[in-house]
C-alpha cells in the first residue's frame, strides 16, 4: 500500500472530515538526512562577533568617540601594553586572592553552619532563623560598617566577599542536608550504618549536588562583591586598575578590566563545571560527561 | 507503652510477634496480632493493600518502634523493599557491602554479585543499572550481611513478567543456599504459592489464615494442587476468581 493510498484510507475511517492528505500522515525524517546544519557552536559565535565588527565599525568612523568607549582595536592594544608591563597580572593576582580567601572564608562558614543545622535540632533552631533573617539584608549595605570596623585595607574587602558567599553556600548545603531522599536514610541504617556513617555515606554525598549549586552562586556573588569591595580605596587589584583609568578617561583601560573581570567569572565556571563533572557523574539527570 | 524488641543470635524461633498492634492516629492498623517463624522458613504473606503488610514488615526490621506487644527477631536481620534503594552516589560493589565492619571488601562484593548473576556490573553507578539488575543488586546487598532473617517488601512488584520470574527463581535457589528465615510480602498469589512454605493471609490487623504448601519443588502453577490452594487464598482475600482462573 502506498502512503497515499494509506492516506486515503485512514481518511476514509474519519467521515466527518473531507481527506487531508498532508494532515492525515506525515513523513518523519530521522536527525541523519535532516542535512548538514551550521554547527551549535559557530551560530552562537555570529552574534558576539557581529557586535564586536559593530563596535569597531563604530569606533573607526568616528560615530563612537574614544572619550566614551574606546574600540576593540585600542582595547586589545592597552591589554597587550599592560601584560607587557605586568600590571594586568598583578592586578588580576591580587583580586583573585581576595576574591579566593573572602570565598575560602565565607564558604567554610557558610557549609559549617549549614552542616550544624541540617544535622542537629539544636543547631537548626539556633542557627537558621538569624541566616533567614540576615540573607535578606543586601551583603553591600554593609560596607560603611565594615569600613568602620575593619578600616580600609584588605580585611573589609574580604570581609564582603566573605560575608556575601557564605549564604549561598549555607542556603544550599542546608537545604540539600533536609533533602536527602528518607528513603536512602532508611535504608542506610538497615545496612547498620551509625549516625557517623549515615551523615557520612549518606546525608553528604546526597546533598552534594546542592552544595556545587551553592558553589556555583557563592563563586558569581564573589565576583560581584569583589568589584564593589576594590571601590574602598584600593591600592591593588583589578578594581584600583580601573579606578585609575577612571581618573584619566582611559575607557580602554576600563574595558579591559571589564574583559578580565568576564574572563575571571568564566574561569570559575569552569572550575565549577569540571568539579560538577568529577562528583556528580552518578547522579542520573547527569550529562556533562 | 509495653515496646519490646529483643534481640538475640540464638532463637528456637525466627521471628516470635505476641500481641503486636500499631496505630497511626485512631486507627489500629496492627490489632493484637501473633506470628511465628521458624528459623530457615519462607513465608509469604498476603494481604489487600494498605492491610498494613510494610507496617509489620517494618516494624520486623526494626524501622518503626511506635509498636505495642513483643517482638522478637534475629539480630541479623536484612531488608530489601520494593525500590532497590542503592546510593546512587557508591559503585554498585560499594553498595553492597555499604555498612559492614571494617574497610569495605570489594573481594566480598564481588562474590555477593556473582551469586545474583550481576557480578560484571560490579563497577557501574546503581544509574545504569536495568530494574532487574537493582533489584539484585539489593538482594546481594542484603545477603552479603548472611542474614538469619530476610525481609522482602514486594521485591519483584516493579519488574516487567519476564524479569520476575527470573527474580523469583534467584530468590528460591538464594534462600537453598542460605537458609535464612524469609518473610515475603507480595501481592502476587502464585509467586506466594510457588516460593514459600507457608503463606499468611493479613486481614483487619491480624495474621488471618496460615495456609502451609506442601507441594514439591520446584513447583507447576498447573498442578491441580496448586490451583485448589490458589483458590482457596483468593478467597480469604475476597477476591472472585472462579471465572477469571
Ligand atoms: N507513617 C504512616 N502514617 C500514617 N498512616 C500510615 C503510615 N504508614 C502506613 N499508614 C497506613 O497504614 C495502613 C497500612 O499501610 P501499609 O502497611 O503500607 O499497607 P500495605 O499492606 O499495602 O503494605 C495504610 O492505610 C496506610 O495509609
Ligand atoms: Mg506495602
Given at each position: 500500500m502506498s502512503i497515499t493510498e494509506i492516506d486515503r484510507s485512514y481518511a476514509a475511517l474519519r467521515k466527518?472530515?473531507?481527506?487531508?492528505p498532508a494532515d492525515a500522515l506525515v513523513r518523519l525524517t530521522p536527525a541523519t538526512a535532516r542535512g548538514r546544519q551550521v554547527p551549535r557552536w559557530l551560530r552562537r559565535g555570529i552574534g558576539p562577533v557581529a557586535l564586536v565588527l559593530v563596535w569597531h565599525l563604530a569606533s573607526i568612523t568616528g560615530v563612537l568617540p574614544a572619550e566614551v568607549l574606546a574600540g576593540p582595536a585600542t582595547v586589545l592594544s592597552s591589554a597587550a601594553k599592560l601584560i607587557q608591563t605586568g600590571e594586568l597580572q598583578e592586578a588580576v593576582v591580587v583580586s583573585m586572592q581576595r576574591a579566593m580567601s573572602g570565598l575560602l572564608i565565607g564558604g567554610t562558614i557558610g557549609v559549617a553552619l549549614a552542616i550544624l543545622s541540617g544535622l542537629t535540632r539544636l543547631g537548626e533552631d539556633l542557627v537558621d532563623a538569624p541566616m533567614q533573617m540576615l540573607r535578606t539584608v543586601p551583603n553591600v549595605a554593609l560596607i560603611p560598617l565594615l569600613i568602620i570596623w575593619?578600616?580600609?585595607?584588605e580585611a573589609p574587602k574580604i570581609a564582603l566577599i566573605a560575608l556575601a558567599t557564605a549564604f549561598p553556600l549555607y542556603l544550599n548545603v542546608y537545604a540539600g542536608i533536609r533533602g536527602v531522599d528518607q528513603s536512602l536514610i532508611e535504608a542506610g541504617r538497615t545496612l547498620g550504618l551509625g549516625r557517623a556513617g549515615l551523615v557520612r555515606h549518606v546525608i553528604l554525598p546526597g546533598a552534594l549536588p546542592n552544595a556545587l549549586v551553592g558553589l556555583r552562586y557563592s563563586l558569581g556573588i564573589a565576583w560581584l562583591a569583589l568589584v564593589f569591595g576594590e571601590q574602598i580605596n584600593a591600592t591593588a587589584g583589578v578594581g584600583y586598575l580601573m579606578a585609575n583609568a577612571r581618573e584619566f578617561f582611559q575607557t580602554d583601560v576600563i574595558v579591559v578590566c571589564l574583559v578580565v573581570y568576564a574572563l575571571l567569572g568564566l574561569a570559575v565556571d569552569l572550575v565549577v563545571r569540571s568539579l560538577e563533572r568529577i562528583f556528580l557523574s552518578w547522579r542520573p539527570n547527569f550529562t556533562g560527561a | 507503652m509495653a515496646t519490646q524488641l529483643h534481640r538475640s543470635l540464638k532463637t528456637p524461633a525466627a521471628v516470635a510477634v505476641r500481641g503486636l498492634s500499631r496505630a497511626f492516629g485512631p486507627r489500629r492498623v496492627i490489632d493484637n496480632l501473633d506470628l511465628a517463624i521458624r528459623p530457615g522458613e519462607f513465608v509469604a504473606l498476603l494481604g489487600a493493600s494498605g492491610c498494613g503488610k510494610s507496617t509489620l514488615l517494618r516494624i520486623l526490621g526494626d524501622l518503626d518502634p511506635e509498636f505495642e506487644g513483643e517482638v522478637v527477631v534475629p539480630s541479623r536481620r536484612a531488608i530489601a523493599f520494593?525500590?532497590?534503594?542503592?546510593?546512587?552516589?557508591?559503585?554498585v560493589w560499594h553498595n553492597v557491602v555499604l555498612g559492614l565492619p571494617g574497610r569495605p571488601d570489594r573481594k566480598r562484593a564481588e562474590r555477593a554479585l556473582d551469586e545474583v548473576g550481576i557480578g560484571h556490573r560490579a563497577d557501574v553507578w546503581p544509574k545504569v543499572l536495568s530494574g532487574g539488575e537493582a533489584q539484585r543488586a539489593a538482594l546481594a546487598r542484603a545477603l552479603v550481611r548472611e542474614p538469619d532473617l530476610l525481609l522482602l517488601d514486594e521485591p519483584f512488584a516493579a519488574l516487567d513478567a519476564l524479569t520476575r520470574i527470573k527474580a523469583q527463581a534467584l530468590v528460591a535457589e538464594l534462600w537453598q543456599r542460605h537458609g535464612c528465615a524469609i518473610l515475603l510480602v507480595t501481592h502476587d498469589v502464585e509467586e506466594a504459592i510457588l516460593l514459600a512454605d507457608r503463606v499468611l493471609v493479613m486481614k483487619e490487623g491480624v495474621i488471618a489464615h496460615h495456609e502451609p504448601i506442601a507441594l514439591d519443588r520446584p513447583r507447576d502453577v498447573a498442578d491441580p494442587e496448586f490451583a485448589r490452594i490458589r483458590g482457596a487464598l483468593l478467597d480469604w482475600l475476597g477476591v472472585a476468581h472462579g471465572a477469571a482462573h
Open positions: 466527518d472530515r473531507p481527506a487531508e575593619f578600616g580600609i585595607g | 520494593q525500590a532497590p534503594r542503592l546510593m546512587p552516589w557508591k559503585r
